[in-house]
Nanobody, 124 residues
Framework: QIQLGESGGRLVPAGGSLTLSCVVS?????????MGWFRQTPGKDRDLVAA????????YYRESVKGRFTISRDNAKNTVYLQMSDLTAEDTGVYYC????????????????WGQGTQVTVSS
C-alpha cells in the first residue's frame, strides 16, 4: 500500500507563495505512479487541484489554480511538489497527495486511503 507524507503547509499571507512536498514510499511504487494534489475545506468535498503523470510530461490543473500552481515530481527523491503562488483565501484548506498507476484514476480520485495532509491557511 502506498505510504504518503505531505509537508510544507503553514500560515501565509494573501499574495504569498508556498511549496508543498509529498514523499511517497518505495521507488518501485513512485516511479510507476501518477500523482495528484487534492484540497479539502471544512464542509466541502475533497477536490483535485493538480495531477501529473508518471513521466512528468502531462499535467492537469483545476481552473482556479491555473497559472498560479505548478505540480512537479522528482523520481530520484520519490517526491511530488506543489508550488503555489499568488495565494488567496480560497486556497485555504488541507492539502493531500495521492497516487495510482493509472493517470485517469488520479483524475477521478479513485483511492482506497489517504494520508494526513498538510494545512495551508491563507490570511486575507
Amino acid at each position: 500500500q502506498i505510504q504518503l507524507g505531505e509537508s510544507g503547509g503553514r500560515l501565509v499571507p494573501a499574495g504569498g507563495s508556498l511549496t508543498l512536498s509529498c514523499v511517497v514510499s518505495g521507488p518501485q511504487i513512485f516511479i510507476s505512479y501518477s500523482m495528484g494534489w487534492f484540497r479539502q475545506t471544512p464542509g466541502k468535498d475533497r477536490d483535485l487541484v493538480a495531477a501529473i503523470n508518471w513521466g512528468g510530461d502531462t499535467a492537469y490543473y483545476r481552473e482556479s489554480v491555473k497559472g498560479r500552481f505548478t505540480i512537479s515530481r522528482d523520481n530520484a527523491k520519490n517526491t511530488v511538489y506543489l508550488q503555489m503562488s499568488d495565494l488567496t483565501a480560497e486556497d485555504t484548506g488541507v492539502y493531500y497527495c495521492n497516487g495510482a498507476p493509472d493517470y485517469f484514476a488520479v483524475l477521478k480520485m479513485q483511492f482506497d486511503s489517504w494520508g494526513q495532509g498538510t494545512q495551508v491557511t491563507v490570511s486575507s
